[in-house]
């Protein structure tokens, strides 16, 4: 848990402890500390299988696609006849999602026509190269970059 700490790390226990003694660490006083934990938390690392990878929309916003990094901020917006998800930066559509990713996150209660994704929750995971060639010649047939979303829910 050390290693993987990215801001805080709050050490506790309820017994004494012997690595403590040993550092010669003086412990805070034991204060009683209410925490609300989250009432629901989901993660999710999509996939090109996530995408779907024909989505007209996709090719047109290439040059948008390609300036965007890890860690840019996304929104999955339900389509119009809230079916499935639209992923966004900037109000702008990007991708659309697989009917695979829309039944895997309707297996956690994620439904394009109940549910709505804060800012901050969908971040650019990566962008992903739709390369297919030619099984002979191996020109490419189409070549085209793809958003691909990481979801990240604590609320």
């Not at 660490?25 to 299988?49: G, K, R």
């Not at 990713?101 to 109940?114: F, G, M, N, T, W």
């Not at 929750?121 to 060639?133: D, F, G, S």
Request: with cysteine; hydrophobic share 40%; aromatic share 8%.
């Amino acid at each position: 848990a050390m290693t993987r700490a990215q801001e805080k790390l709050l050490l506790t226990h309820s017994q004494p402890s012997r690595f403590i003694q040993e550092t010669g660490a003086i412990p805070y006083p034991v204060e009683t500390i209410a925490v609300n934990p989250p009432q629901f938390v989901f993660y999710a690392d999509l996939t090109p299988q996530d995408i779907h990878l024909g989505f007209a929309g996709t090719k047109a916003k290439q040059a948008l696609i390609q300036s965007l990094q890890e860690g840019d901020s996304l929104n999955l917006i339900p389509t119009k006849h809230r079916q499935n998800w639209t992923i966004r930066h900037q109000n702008q559509v990007l991708g659309l999602l697989s009917q695979k990713a829309v039944r895997d996150l309707a297996k956690r209660h994620i439904y394009p026509d109940q549910f709505i994704f804060q800012v901050g929750e969908v971040t650019v995971r990566n962008i992903y190269r739709h390369l297919i060639t030619h099984e002979i010649t191996g020109e490419p047939l189409d070549d085209w970059y793809v958003v691909i979303p990481k979801i990240r829910i604590c609320r």
